[in-house]
């Protein structure tokens, strides 16, 4: 019986020690002050379009500094939802520590293509949004160029993007795009000093297969630059015109 009533002893001082415990540390939280910014940027290693410094000055331009701040009143939705604001940022976790700290965990958005309309450039990220360029970093892109509104470069050109970044040979082939006031595309490549007419971008995968066999069964011996144009624009044709 005094076993039994020990081990009941016991459980009641854990019990009450877990009590006491969550109080205090709720406590301790509550009037403990923010001492610091812990900021991550998870790709910094291959993008470089937002830095911490910068995360630093969007945080003091919007008043929303934690540090100095009891934890308890530091909102980490709002913070979240400032730094999603910012068209460079893909997504924002914030979150606190127990030593006193906030810490950011950023991802940058990922360009696909580079839009030059005029004075006018942006960058197509990997979803189909709009992001600036940046004058401490450039992406190593496609580069698009002509008559673009805004709604092609976020629907045609943008697939057209995702195309060719998901293709390997493609993706390290085609260096600019140039669209003419029919909407009619041209292509120059990195390798080779000729300019590919695509036309419509219709149906750009079965033209581009045409042309890869083209450069594999037909380049491969005759060489990348004997020719000036090569006109996909033809149906089960490649036309090349010589230099």
């Known amino acids: 019986m005094r076993e039994k009533w020990t081990k009941i002893a016991v459980l ?13 540390f709720t406590y301790r939280s509550n009037v403990q002050v923010c001492r610091a910014v812990s900021v991550e ?3 910094s290693a291959t993008l470089r379009f937002i830095s911490k410094r910068d995360v630093a000055r969007l945080l003091e331009r919007e008043n929303v500094n934690p540090v100095g701040s009891t934890m308890k009143d530091v909102k980490l939705d709002k913070l979240e939802a400032i730094l999603k604001k910012q068209p460079r940022i893909k997504s924002a976790e914030c979150f ?3 030593g006193g700290q906030v810490g950011i ?20 990220d990997s979803d189909g949004f709009v992001m600036p360029v940046s004058n401490e970093f450039t992406a190593y892109v496609p580069i698009a160029s002509g008559y673009i ?9 943008y697939d057209f993007a ?17 669209v003419d006031s029919h909407n009619e595309i041209e292509l120059v490549p990195r390798v080779g000093d000729q300019v590919i007419l695509l036309g419509s971008l219709d149906n750009y995968e079965y033209k581009l297969e045409k042309l890869l066999s ?15 144009k090569i006109n996909l624009k033809f149906d089960n044709q490649v036309v090349c015109t010589k230099r």
């Open 12 to 24: 009641i001082v854990i019990f009450g020690y877990m009590i006491f415990s969550v109080y205090a």
């Open 41 to 43: 940027i998870q790709d």
């Open 96 to 98: 606190k520590t127990p």
């Open 105 to 124: 965990v950023i991802m940058q958005r990922e360009p696909v293509l580079r839009v030059m309309n005029g004075g006018h450039g942006y960058y197509i």
């Open 149 to 157: 509104s805004e709604n092609m470069a976020k629907n045609e050109l």
């Open 162 to 178: 995702m195309f060719l970044r998901k293709h390997e040979f493609w993706n390290a082939q085609v260096e600019q795009i140039y």
């Open 214 to 228: 083209v450069y594999k069964n037909g380049f491969s011996r005759t060489g990348w630059n004997k020719y000036r």
